[in-house]
């Protein structure tokens, strides 16, 4: 789960990593007055989405006068902003951060992460802030610093001490550093985050460190123990489809082709899509109805693959054992008789009662195709898919 920049500079602040003082704000006159009571010479405004790359897509405007603040929010609450990151898509900015400026004389990036590879949390951190983390290890990864920490005794100052080194701080931001370091890694492991970035980290004027940028992401399956978390959930940031699949406790990811797919686990949801791509397609979704799934989900599953314009035929690709086969097909006839399904339908269905559901199918009296194996299944979804016969 992600969530705003605001609402993750709440979550610094409970933690005692330093953030610019601000306010979220939804009209004009709030940011009006957001920057009245901020009381200083510049206010920076920025627009709320999901997505990093705001600067450059014009959602992040500095406002010398409260009245400037209110103008330059009218324009920017309601635009469809589009960033490297949205897509050409973009999101619709419904939400504004107006916050302080700051005097900025260094930017850093600093972010904690799970390394899946050494399975434990690594601190990420470089002296080029400001920048896309990903362009840096692209084209300098020597310019990136990173430190292992075993969770068993966390971030160690000694730890931080290098890292700060490693940024070519001062002696007195090197102090600063360390329990800055300690309580950014207490926000990460207390929420269950998987990701805590700042870009850029500043060092002001005055020499101290602050948190200008915050982006947060949480692990959905360790929100049960978060409920305050779970509340802080935008869901006009995501995507509709997926939002209703998650009502569903389906696991549904929308992507950019024309093959709808659905599979039962997520290896074979894997292997499904890549063999999608080997016969010449690409797969419109990953969806895993899951191992037991009834014939309701199986339904619903179908309903949402249905739902996305961009799909243009299906390839149905199962596994029969917790979910048997019969099951599915009793499912997937359900939901095409009542979307009155017109998209051409591959299924490919093996294992526990198998006969059984590909009888259901043959006498649904709909026009199913049936794939006698992944590949044969796949070949004929994607031709169906572009019109060929």
Not at 21 to 44: I, Y
Not at 153 to 158: A, E, T
Not at 243 to 263: Q, R
């Amino acid at each position: 789960m992600k969530i705003h920049e605001y609402q993750a500079k709440e979550i610094f602040r409970r933690f005692g990593v330093p953030t610019p003082r601000g306010e979220m704000v939804t009209s004009a006159e709030e940011a009006r007055k957001v920057a009245q009571k901020l009381g200083v010479p510049v206010v920076v405004v920025k627009a709320q989405i999901h997505a990093g790359g705001r600067g450059k897509g014009g959602g992040v405007k500095l406002a010398r006068s409260p009245e400037e603040a209110a103008q330059l929010a009218s324009k920017i609450l309601g635009v469809n902003l589009v960033t490297p990151q949205t897509g050409p898509g973009g999101r619709t900015v419904r939400r504004l951060l107006v916050e302080e400026g700051l005097d900025i004389k260094r930017e850093l990036y600093l972010s904690i992460l799970v390394d899946r590879a050494v399975e434990a949390p690594v601190v990420m951190a470089s002296a080029a802030g400001g920048m896309e983390i990903e362009e840096v290890a692209k084209e300098n990864p020597a310019a990136i610093l990173r430190e292992t920490i075993r969770p068993a005794v966390g971030l160690q100052p000694y730890v931080a001490r290098k890292l700060a080194f490693g940024l070519g701080l001062a002696a007195e931001q090197a102090q600063a550093a360390v329990p800055f370091l300690q309580s950014l890694y207490r926000v990460f492991i207390e929420t269950d985050a998987s990701l805590a970035e700042i870009n850029p980290l500043v060092v002001t004027g005055d020499g101290r460190l602050i948190a200008l940028d915050a982006k947060m992401n949480f692990d959905d399956n360790a929100l049960y123990r978060h409920k305050d978390l779970l509340e802080l959930r935008d869901l006009d940031e995501e995507d509709p489809l997926e939002v209703e699949a998650s009502n569903y406790k389906l696991n549904y990811i929308k992507l950019d082709g024309t093959v709808g797919c659905m599979v039962n686990g997520a290896g074979l949801a894997m292997a499904t899509m890549d063999i999608i791509k080997l016969a010449g397609g690409a797969p419109a979704n990953f969806l895993d109805v899951g191992g037991g799934a009834s014939a309701d989900q199986v339904k619903n599953a179908f309903k949402i693959l249905m739902s996305d314009k961009a799909v243009r035929g299906v390839f149905i690709n199962i596994f029969g054992g917790i979910l048997r086969c019969d099951v599915l097909a009793t499912g997937v006839v359900a939901a095409a008789r009542e979307l009155q399904m017109k998209l051409p339908v591959v299924v490919r269905m093996e294992g526990t009662n198998v006969e059984q559901g590909r009888q259901i199918l043959r006498d649904s009296g709909l026009n199913f195709t049936i794939g006698e194996n992944m590949k044969d299944g796949a070949e004929k979804a994607v031709r169906l898919a572009s019109g060929a016969r």
